[in-house]
């Protein structure tokens, strides 16, 4: 095995005069969880589709497992479970026939007795055991989200792409959803898209943060959460004019944001270099004619760079 | 294992589950629907025709039969094909199969065959032979022709039947899989079907070699097409149409499948 799932160099689609991908290029470590984030419209479900063989870049090169998607993307496949964005089966089937179905598409699949075990574990695990019988028709978009990931998984994939796989689910369905791709992923490379940034904060070690086509950030989580810097959360009391301005002059303060909070005037200073505001920041307090009454550090979040980096009016 | 092997490996299984899929569909409601519908509308539509009209020139009862055996499938095999394959291209499902290791080629091909393997079975060969057994009993037709043709013979002409159907279901599938409306797609084999079914256009000598000297009724032959003619002991001078017809199925199919291989899902 490679020491990435998925390589792609310099992808790029376009529809007549709309971009769809622009040069993107990206690397997916084999064996981690990474979430696939950016706005609607920024590309993600046509990555997606160009790695599983569906859509044809119109210039670039993309490897998954190895293989180049369109010289070898049969054998890939072969290695890949794949859940579409808003996934459309065959309606006459049941939900057993249908994973039964996909799970014969793949070689070296079971026979018999043991690919019946096989289909009724994997229903057991997406919690559908009671509605094997079910036709698709009659299922609700959960339900009809957790047979597509079944559907996915049954052939014990190597890589796993799911788009958006909690969409329309509801909080109780979305954890279960969450749980199942953690679950994945000690055996599996899994690559999914999502808009939850609570959910890939939870199970993700890497995100890939698409827009406009282009990746603008990669790598592993911390790494990607290092470009939001840190947030203190400062309180104080008295004449912080001076304090203030002596404050902002820093070069490792990014921004500084007060509020009045009654007598008390709070501050998130953000900070661009944690090290040497770890080192300058308290000896700076102390300084001055005011009272501290409230010093922490906020944790960092995925959302914060998720809209530094994609900025909040994009989102569609 | 070497690498083409595990393609060739690959592809088969992913060929034979789409094809198993289809034929497995067959074998369930869709199946049991198309069995009653075609033993209903063939048996009922041909026992009225040959109940009540006076026959002059012999076994049109089977003329009947054959034609119906025709029209028919021929009618329902372009509108179920226009609708699987361009249905299953908006729906999405085409994709989501095409997500699996499920060569191209071989997914047109599994679903245009298993497609024509059922309808063949349903609307063909199972009315067929029905009115195959109780055609002969019936008393104006006894009359003119006391002996009923020899089954071996019928049942070459149910398999020259299944092959139009075929010719019919590649060019469904080409046009859809180019145009991908199925309106536009039944519409223009529809009128195909008129083309070659109507004596009165000129044909041209070409077209000897389509199934147009098949399935239309030459009035020099007393009303039979070739396919009745063959079933009534005339020895059969259509080869050239058969092989005809085989050859531009299996290009429809192959120029469907070249074109579904540049389609973005």
Same mark, same amino acid.
């Given at each position: 095995?490679?020491?990435y799932a998925?390589?792609a160099?310099?992808?790029s689609k376009r529809?007549r005069?709309?971009?769809?991908?622009?040069?993107?290029?990206?690397?997916?470590?084999a064996g981690s969880?990474?979430g696939?984030l950016?706005p609607?419209?920024a590309?993600?479900?046509?990555?997606m589709?160009?790695?599983?063989?569906?859509i044809?870049?119109?210039?670039?090169h +993309?490897?998954?497992?190895?293989h &180049?998607?369109g010289k070898a993307?049969?054998v890939?496949?072969?290695r890949?479970?794949?859940?579409p964005q808003d996934?459309?089966f065959?309606?006459y089937?049941?939900?057993?026939? /249908?994973?039964?179905?996909?799970?014969r598409?793949?070689?070296g699949?079971?026979?018999g007795?043991? /690919?019946?075990?096989?289909?009724?574990n994997?229903l057991?695990?997406v919690g559908l055991?009671?509605?094997a019988?079910?036709r698709?028709?009659?299922?609700?978009g959960?339900? #009809?989200q957790?047979?597509?990931?079944a559907?996915?998984?049954?052939a014990?994939?190597d890589?796993?792409i799911?788009?958006?796989?909690?969409a329309?689910?509801?909080p109780?369905?979305?954890?279960?959803m969450?749980?199942?791709?953690?679950?994945?992923?000690?055996?599996a490379?899994?690559?999914?898209?999502?808009?939850?940034l609570d959910?890939?904060?939870?199970?993700s070690?890497s995100?890939?943060?698409?827009?406009?086509?282009k990746?603008?950030a %990669?790598?592993?989580l911390?790494?990607?959460l &290092?470009?939001t810097g840190q947030?203190?959360?400062i309180?104080l009391r008295?004449?912080t004019?001076e304090?203030?301005?002596?404050l902002?002059? %820093?070069?490792?303060?990014?921004?500084l944001?007060a509020?009045?909070r009654?007598?008390v005037e709070?501050?998130q200073?953000q900070?661009?270099?944690?090290g040497i505001?770890?080192?300058?920041?308290v000896?700076?307090?102390a300084?001055?004619?005011?009272?501290?009454?409230?010093?922490h550090l906020?944790d960092?979040?995925?959302e914060d760079?998720?809209?530094?980096?994609?900025?909040?009016?994009?989102?569609g | 294992m070497?690498?083409?092997?595990i393609?060739? #490996?690959?592809?088969?299984?992913?060929? @034979?589950g789409v094809?198993r899929g &289809?034929l497995q569909?067959w074998m369930?409601?869709r199946?049991l629907?198309?069995?009653?519908l075609?033993?209903?509308?063939v048996e009922?539509l041909?026992y009225?025709a040959?109940?009540?009209e006076?026959?002059p020139f012999?076994?049109?009862?089977?003329?009947?039969?054959i034609n119906?055996?025709?029209?028919?499938?021929?009618?329902?095999?372009?509108?179920?094909?226009?609708a699987?394959?361009?249905?299953?291209?908006?729906?999405?499902?085409?994709g989501?199969?095409?997500?699996?290791p499920v060569?191209?080629?071989?997914?047109?091909?599994?679903?245009?065959?298993g497609?024509?393997?059922?309808?063949?079975?349903?609307?063909?060969?199972? *009315?067929?032979l029905?009115?195959y @057994?109780?055609?002969p009993?019936?008393? *104006?037709y006894?009359f003119?022709t006391?002996?009923?043709?020899?089954?071996?013979?019928? /049942?070459?002409?149910?398999?020259?039947l299944?092959?139009?159907l075929?010719?019919?279901?590649?060019?469904?599938a080409l046009l859809?899989?180019?145009?991908r409306? #199925?309106?536009a797609v039944v519409?223009?084999? +529809?009128?195909?079907l008129?083309?070659?079914r109507t004596?009165i /256009?000129p044909?041209a000598? @070409?077209?000897?070699?389509?199934?147009s000297r098949?399935i239309?009724?030459?009035?020099?032959?007393?009303?039979?097409?070739?396919?009745?003619e063959?079933?009534?002991d005339?020895p059969?001078d259509?080869? *050239?149409a058969?092989?005809g017809?085989?050859?531009?199925?299996v290009?429809?199919?192959?120029?469907?499948?070249?074109v579904?291989?540049?389609l973005?899902f």
């Amino acid at each position: 095995m490679t020491d990435y799932a998925i390589e792609a160099r310099s992808l790029s689609k376009r529809y007549r005069n709309v971009h769809a991908l622009d040069g993107l290029s990206l690397d997916v470590a084999a064996g981690s969880i990474c979430g696939f984030l950016g706005p609607n419209g920024a590309g993600k479900s046509t990555t997606m589709k160009i790695l599983m063989g569906l859509i044809r870049p119109t210039s670039g090169h +993309a490897f998954v497992l190895g293989h &180049e998607v369109g010289k070898a993307g049969l054998v890939a496949r072969a290695r890949i479970g794949y859940l579409p964005q808003d996934p459309v089966f065959p309606a006459y089937l049941t939900v057993r026939g /249908l994973v039964t179905y996909a799970a014969r598409l793949y070689p070296g699949h079971p026979a018999g007795q043991a /690919l019946r075990r096989r289909v009724d574990n994997m229903l057991e695990q997406v919690g559908l055991a009671d509605k094997a019988r079910r036709r698709l028709a009659g299922l609700s978009g959960g339900e #009809r989200q957790r047979v597509g990931v079944a559907q996915a998984l049954i052939a014990d994939p190597d890589l796993v792409i799911l788009d958006e796989p909690s969409a329309g689910l509801d909080p109780v369905g979305r954890r279960a959803m969450i749980d199942l791709i953690a679950g994945i992923g000690g055996d599996a490379t899994v690559f999914y898209s999502t808009h939850i940034l609570d959910d890939v904060e939870r199970v993700s070690d890497s995100v890939v943060m698409l827009n406009h086509g282009k990746v603008v950030a %990669q790598g592993p989580l911390a790494s990607v959460l &290092e470009v939001t810097g840190q947030d203190y959360v400062i309180g104080l009391r008295g004449d912080t004019t001076e304090l203030r301005a002596r404050l902002t002059a %820093q070069p490792w303060v990014s921004t500084l944001v007060a509020r009045n909070r009654g007598s008390v005037e709070q501050w998130q200073v953000q900070v661009s270099d944690a090290g040497i505001a770890a080192r300058q920041l308290v000896p700076m307090l102390a300084d001055g004619d005011h009272s501290v009454l409230q010093f922490h550090l906020t944790d960092r979040r995925l959302e914060d760079a998720y809209l530094q980096l994609i900025g909040g009016t994009d989102e569609g | 294992m070497k690498a083409e092997t595990i393609v060739l #490996r690959t592809s088969a299984t992913g060929t @034979w589950g789409v094809l198993r899929g &289809e034929l497995q569909r067959w074998m369930g409601r869709r199946g049991l629907f198309h069995l009653v519908l075609w033993l209903t509308v063939v048996e009922w539509l041909l026992y009225t025709a040959v109940a009540t009209e006076n026959q002059p020139f012999g076994s049109l009862g089977f003329e009947n039969l054959i034609n119906m055996l025709v029209i028919f499938p021929v009618m329902a095999g372009m509108v179920l094909t226009a609708a699987a394959v361009c249905g299953d291209y908006h729906d999405g499902t085409t994709g989501w199969v095409l997500g699996k290791p499920v060569p191209r080629g071989g997914y047109v091909a599994a679903s245009v065959a298993g497609l024509w393997f059922g309808l063949a079975a349903t609307a063909i060969v199972v *009315p067929g032979l029905v009115a195959y @057994w109780w055609l002969p009993r019936v008393e *104006p037709y006894r009359f003119v022709t006391p002996a009923a043709p020899a089954l071996g013979r019928f /049942l070459v002409a149910l398999g020259l039947l299944s092959i139009i159907l075929a010719f019919f279901m590649g060019a469904t599938a080409l046009l859809s899989i180019v145009i991908r409306r #199925r309106g536009a797609v039944v519409a223009i084999v +529809a009128w195909l079907l008129l083309m070659l079914r109507t004596p009165i /256009l000129p044909y041209a000598d @070409w077209m000897d070699h389509t199934p147009s000297r098949l399935i239309r009724t030459d009035t020099s032959l007393g009303g039979w097409s070739h396919v009745t003619e063959y079933i009534h002991d005339v020895p059969f001078d259509a080869i *050239p149409a058969v092989i005809g017809t085989i050859a531009l199925t299996v290009a429809f199919v192959a120029g469907a499948i070249l074109v579904f291989r540049r389609l973005d899902f």
